[in-house]
């Protein structure tokens, strides 16, 4: 399954995140810790520097390269600082039915728009309910689809749930329209029957907030022979760890610890922990939401259930 | 290789042990190969914190601390061990690390057996085994009930909780209406769970031939706690939340504790040690259940036959399970935890 990464905090080398921690994002593709197969699809990233050029505005990476022998991706990285990185490394099934080109790779970030968003995860049956979905979208949204992938219809469809998808928006807007998204595609499966096990887990981003969802619809639901997605939860996981500095601390990689008064500065939410050393990550619980605000430096987490 | 007068102490020993009162005399003169006898001064350390080992031990004479240390200066002691207890068996179901630290309150002899113990049961399967796994398993399960318990006790851990409980259980409606015959099962998707893989085709037809198969609705709650269950259940497909009551404030919350996926067992912790349930098992989708009655398993394990083997299999297969739960609840409970520094 795909491989999903979100940092917000102190300025970054983005290196630390996407290619050189011990399961840094790109490790993760030939070498996750949680999956047997390799994610090489497509290597993206959005990140956003404050005090930069239009500071709004992300820097953009997609390539299909393979990520562990990318030097364009490797040299951008080490040169780039952000306070916030939306990233992703793309899976998909092996064989011919599966097109792998830069459009497919996420994030997704509709020109325009303020917010990206990034999916691990897939909508079984996915062409039964295609149309369906793009009904409900606004049109100047869905006129923007590109690509071929279940997610960026989803990401289609949670920009239409917002009032003015091109405008600035709140986290908590953002949480709504993540929220609405998720229950419009269940309203969808039950219109078509399609009862499987299904995950959603999103991390979205205007560069000043976050959400992460970790949802699963019909969890551990399957017809025939089980697959080891549905029978390994932690393939669907999202982990996250908070503190003042993610870096390399006396020869291991570990955020530093927060301040004494028991606040953070910075997070990392992923997949899998980035860090030889889990003890400091946390596990998010299926069927909830993050909403991940940076509030005169200090990160405030609020986990919801989803509860649908 | 130990000499006569250390073996005859070790025997001795380990015949003290509630661990092997139902072991003959020739498993026990096996147990007694990978065994071998240490004493400890005051104060001297059996093991420390984080140390890797597996290995088990009973106590011969004197007596032990076992500490958990909070911080560099900090020491918390869980509990201590006298004279034909056993402990050091927690590291078999995390992965060979000791979770605290273990010292000599006074001098002190042990049996230090070695962690082969677990093969060495695996290979002879007797009942006398059987008993001796299901006692470690049976601490295990307190162990992970008790980092359950802590997880509604501390008012510093902050759980989700589920707006509402339905009063109804499955069980208590009478789970007899809702069997379906266990042969039904698909043997091939059956292979694929995790608490299936030491199986092979011909076992896992036994197993089902004596099981049912009982389909549950999302929403309904599969046993409440504080009962006392007659089955143990194996999730083959959808998911089960594990839910903890208690008061906060006065009022009554829910807390969700844990989600257990396919392939893994449910109701199986009081079935070590015949006690109540210690939590809420609510589907939390469709969901389909092997149900396998206590009586039958207990039929199974006394019985000497092949299907002893059916029985030892699935003993072992909660076993793993155990080291998977005891794993992922000490993590919940540390984000639990985690969660009052950020909001």
């Known amino acids: ?308 | 290789m130990n000499n006569k007068g250390e073996k005859t102490d070790i025997l001795s020993g380990l015949k003290k042990s509630s661990l092997f009162q139902h072991l003959s005399e020739p498993e026990l003169s096996t147990v007694s190969l990978i065994s071998s006898l240490n004493k400890f001064e005051k104060g001297a350390a059996l093991f420390s914190q984080g140390d890797r080992g597996g290995d088990v031990f009973i106590i011969v004479s004197g007596s032990v601390d076992v500490f958990i240390h909070q911080g560099i200066e900090n020491k918390k002691k869980i509990a201590t061990y006298k004279k034909g207890d056993f402990f050091g068996e927690l590291a078999f179901f995390l992965k060979d690390i000791r979770i605290g630290t273990a010292l000599a309150c006074e001098k002190t002899t042990v049996v230090v057996m070695n962690k082969k113990i677990y093969d060495l049961a695996s290979i002879f399967r007797t009942p006398g085994f059987v008993d001796f796994l299901k006692k470690i398993a049976n601490r295990a399960g307190a162990t992970l009930k008790e980092i359950s318990q802590s997880m509604t006790s501390n008012k510093n851990v902050r759980l989700q909780f589920l707006n509402h409980l339905p009063s109804n259980s499955v069980e208590e409606q009478g789970i007899e209406r809702r069997r379906k015959d266990g042969s039904n099962f698909k043997v091939d998707n059956l292979k694929n769970l995790h608490i299936f893989k030491r199986f092979d085709q011909e076992s896992l037809v036994k197993l089902c031939k004596k099981s049912f198969k009982v389909n549950i609705k999302k929403g309904e709650v599969i046993f409440p706690e504080n009962s006392i269950g007659k089955s143990f259940y194996i999730i083959v497909s959808g998911a089960v939340l594990i839910i903890k009551s208690f008061e906060i404030d006065g009022k009554e919350k829910h807390g969700k504790i844990a989600l257990i996926p396919p392939g893994r067992p449910l109701g199986h912790l009081s079935f070590f040690d015949n006690s109540e349930r210690s939590a809420t098992a609510i589907a939390c989708e469709r969901t389909t259940l092997m149900e396998i009655e206590l009586s039958t398993y207990n039929e199974l394990v006394c019985t000497v036959s092949d299907e002893t083997d059916v029985a030892f299999e699935l003993l072992e297969g909660f076993i793993d399970d155990l080291a998977v739960a005891m794993v992922n609840t000490n993590r919940a409970l540390v984000y639990a935890s985690s969660q009052a520094g950020l909001n």
Not at chain 1, 26 to 43: C, E, I, P
Not at chain 1, 87 to 94: E, F, K, L, M, P
Not at chain 1, 108 to 113: A, H, K, N, R, Y
């Open chain 1, 1 to 308: 399954m795909c491989r999903l990464l979100g940092y917000l905090g102190d300025d970054l080398q983005v290196s630390a995140l996407i290619t050189d921690s011990d399961s840094s994002l790109t490790r993760q593709a030939t070498d996750s810790s949680v999956q047997n197969f390799m994610n090489v699809a497509g290597t993206g990233f959005k990140a956003w520097e404050n005090g930069s050029i239009y500071e709004d505005e992300p820097y953009t990476y997609k390539s299909i390269e393979l990520p562990m022998y990318d030097r364009t991706l490797m040299g951008l990285t080490k040169k780039l600082k952000a306070n916030c990185v939306l990233g992703h490394i793309r899976a998909t099934v092996y064989g011919n039915l599966s097109l792998v080109n830069t459009t497919n790779v996420h994030p997704f970030q509709f020109t325009g728009t303020k917010i990206a968003l990034a999916h691990n995860g897939g909508l079984t049956d996915f062409p039964k309910m295609k149309f369906a979905l793009a009904a409900k979208c606004k049109p100047e949204i869905a006129n923007k689809v590109e690509g071929t992938t279940d997610s960026e219809w989803i990401y289609a469809l949670f920009l239409s749930m917002l009032d003015d998808p091109f405008a600035n928006h709140t986290s908590e807007e953002i949480a709504n329209a993540a929220s609405k998204t998720i229950q419009e595609i269940k309203t969808l499966r039950d219109q078509f029957h399609i009862d499987t096990h299904s995950v959603i887990n999103l991390i979205i981003s205007n560069g000043k907030s976050m959400i992460a969802t970790c949802f699963t619809y019909d969890f551990g639901c399957y017809e025939g022979i089980v697959s080891p997605a549905v029978l390994s939860p932690q393939m669907h996981s999202l982990w996250y760890t908070a503190g003042d500095k993610f870096g390399e601390h006396d020869g291991s990689w570990a955020m530093s610890d927060g301040n004494n008064d028991g606040t953070s500065t910075s997070i990392i939410i992923a997949s899998e922990p980035l860090t030889r050393n889990d003890s400091s990550w946390f596990e998010i619980q299926k069927y909830s939401m993050a909403v991940i605000d940076r509030i005169d430096g200090k990160i405030k987490v609020d986990i919801r259930d989803l509860g649908i």
